[in-house]
């Protein structure tokens, strides 16, 4: 075998490890069951919001119907530098208990932070303003910590069906993500929380350094490496509209972006100081690494010998049906191919950018908020 085919096939290899392969070493590991059993707990609930006056009165009307014990929680706003009125909205839920933390925009993980100063719950339950709960979440996610083992929870997003077939894509990559997750939290811990909805014991809590990308990781990542469990419960719910590919595409820049960031303050992650230390290589950074490894593929494929050339062909191919499906007409039978093909191309991109954290200042990686969809029962169902 030439020494290009073996280069070929190495990388090949890689790539498909990543993309099949672990998630099927997976299946193979032991399963460690969680202790779980409700006993009421006081709760604070956190919930930074910049600028969200049109989902903040029904967020804080669906945070005041969940199903948990009169006065043992209490909801803290914490307004990151509003101009609208997400102040005056949550100034009215006060005599509901609803406490207002008013602050200059200094971003995200200021106002976490100052909210965590001020929370007084045993344990801490972070939502985001757009995705409603279900009525049971907070009471699921709390049973869960009757396991001493366990230091943070989160719950399950639910994306509701695509209009379009851009949008199953992204609902599909959503399955295969949630698939791994599940099978991670099953085994031990999964690295991070759903940020929309999780819960974790507060006094494991630990100040945020400003700029972090992924406080829905570096949260729950401070518990992981005092030695507790970082688990998912799909008893526990959020919901979500759609997303479309674009919107996903900035969100995948800026949530890759921030495992880079993670690997400063967490460089444990990368050695024996990290019980899970393979999953992290080949789930988190292995994303990372993909892209790269795609590129290196279709580079060293136009330097096979003979029929193996065929392989640059098949990968041009791939690439030209995710280029193309934006432009074929909806109904079309070759977009059931090319719009996941294009969803794949797209988030490997989004991996790819994300690099750019090394040379670009951590807020430019925020992206705007979406236009308002509303979160129907149906969606919901």
Same mark, same amino acid.
């Given at each position: 075998m030439s020494a290009t085919l073996t280069v070929f096939f190495a990388i090949a290899g890689a790539a498909a490890y990543l993309i099949g392969g672990y998630p099927l070493l997976l299946l193979l590991r032991r399963k460690r069951p969680v202790r779980k059993n409700f006993a009421p707990r006081t709760v604070s609930v956190i919930l930074a919001v910049r600028n969200g006056e049109k989902w903040l009165e029904a967020k804080l009307e669906n945070l005041s119907g969940l199903d948990y014990p009169p006065g043992l929680m209490e909801i803290l706003v914490v307004s990151d530098g509003s101009t609208d009125s997400t102040a005056a909205i949550a100034r009215r839920w006060a005599e509901r208990g609803v406490i207002l933390l008013e602050r200059p925009a200094e971003g995200k993980s200021a106002a976490l932070n100052a909210a965590l100063k001020r929370a007084?719950?045993?344990?801490?339950?972070? %939502?985001?303003?757009?995705?409603? &709960? *279900?009525?049971?979440?907070?009471?699921?996610?709390? *049973?869960?910590?009757?396991?001493? &083992?366990?230091?943070?929870?989160?719950?399950?997003?639910?994306?509701?069906?695509?209009? @379009?077939?851009?949008?199953?894509?992204?609902?599909?990559?959503?399955?295969?993500?949630?698939?791994?997750?599940?099978?991670? @939290?099953?085994?031990?811990?999964?690295?991070?929380? %759903?940020?929309?909805?999780?819960? !974790?014991?507060?006094?494991?809590?630990?100040?945020?350094?400003?700029?972090?990308?992924?406080?829905? !990781?570096?949260?729950?990542?401070?518990?992981? $490496?005092?030695? $507790?469990?970082?688990?998912?419960?799909?008893? *526990?719910?959020?919901?979500?509209?759609?997303?479309?590919?674009?919107?996903?595409?900035?969100?995948?820049?800026? %949530?890759?972006?921030?495992?880079?960031?993670? &690997?400063?303050?967490?460089?444990?992650?990368?050695?024996?100081?990290?019980?899970?230390?393979?999953?992290?290589? @080949?789930?988190?950074?292995?994303?990372?690494?993909?892209p790269w490894l795609l590129a290196a593929l279709l580079g060293v494929s136009f330097f096979l010998p003979g029929r193996w050339r065929a392989a640059a062909a098949a990968q041009l191919f791939v690439y030209t049906l995710a280029i193309i499906d934006r432009f074929l007409p909806g109904g079309s039978a070759v977009k059931r191919l090319s719009s996941p093909l294009r969803a794949f191309v797209t988030l490997m991109a989004a991996a790819a950018c994300a690099v750019g954290i090394l040379i670009i200042p951590a807020e430019r990686f925020w992206p705007p908020s979406p236009a308002p969809k509303q979160v129907t029962e149906a969606t919901k169902r």
């Open positions: 007084r719950g045993e344990i801490l339950l972070f %939502t985001d303003v757009r995705q409603p &709960l *279900a009525e049971n979440s907070l009471r699921e996610l709390v *049973a869960c910590f009757d396991d001493p &083992l366990v230091g943070v929870v989160s719950g399950e997003l639910i994306l509701a069906d695509g209009d @379009s077939r851009e949008e199953a894509a992204v609902g599909l990559y959503w399955k295969y993500e949630k698939w791994i997750r599940k099978r991670l @939290s099953a085994i031990d811990s999964f690295f991070g929380a %759903t940020g929309c909805i999780y819960a !974790m014991r507060r006094d494991l809590a630990p100040q945020i350094p400003k700029g972090i990308l992924n406080d829905d !990781m570096f949260l729950p990542l401070g518990a992981f $490496f005092k030695g $507790f469990r970082l688990i998912l419960d799909p008893a *526990a719910r959020a919901f979500d509209s759609p997303a479309s590919l674009d919107v996903e595409f900035r969100r995948k820049v800026r %949530t890759q972006a921030g495992v880079y960031q993670l &690997l400063r303050y967490y460089p444990q992650l990368l050695g024996p100081g990290n019980r899970q230390w393979i999953d992290f290589v @080949s789930h988190k950074l292995g994303r990372l690494l993909l």
